[in-house]
Nanobody, 118 residues
Framework: QVQLVESGGGLVQPGGSLTLSCAAS????????MGWYRQAPGKQREYVAT???????SYADSVKGRFTISRDNAKNTVYLQMNTLKPEDTAVYYC????????????WGQGTQVTVSS
């Protein structure tokens, strides 16, 4: 069973920065794609950013230019660097990993809270 453990959330003032980490229990190169999603209170979970096995990056329009997704294969960890944070970025942030071995398998972390408030 794959485990994804997020960390790095917290309270930050508007305009501040945070870096989230997602540590996987196995080699992240085995995943087709990994990414970050978020869910604000009363809203559906939404896509934030992804990184493919080949290194292709993708971002939601709402975070483009402010957030950066990256990975460290040696540490089996994916990161989300968040700059110029806004109150509307407040949400629980989830790490997701997808693998394909005869069929698609999707794994989620438990989430980490990010609160942007003065």
């Amino acid at each position: 069973q794959v485990q994804l453990v997020e960390s790095g959330g917290g309270l930050v003032q508007p305009g501040g920065s945070l870096t989230l980490s997602c540590a996987a229990s196995r080699n992240i190169v085995s995943f087709t794609v990994m990414g970050w999603y978020r869910q604000a209170p009363g809203k559906q979970r939404e896509y934030v950013a992804t990184i493919t096995r080949g290194g292709t990056l993708s971002y939601a329009d709402s975070v483009k230019g402010r957030f950066t997704i990256s990975r460290d294969n040696a540490k089996n960890t994916v990161y989300l660097q968040m700059n110029t944070l806004k109150p509307e970025d407040t949400a629980v942030y989830y790490c997701k990993a997808v693998s394909f071995v005869y069929q698609e398998y999707t794994y989620w972390g438990q989430g980490t809270q990010v609160t942007v408030s003065s």
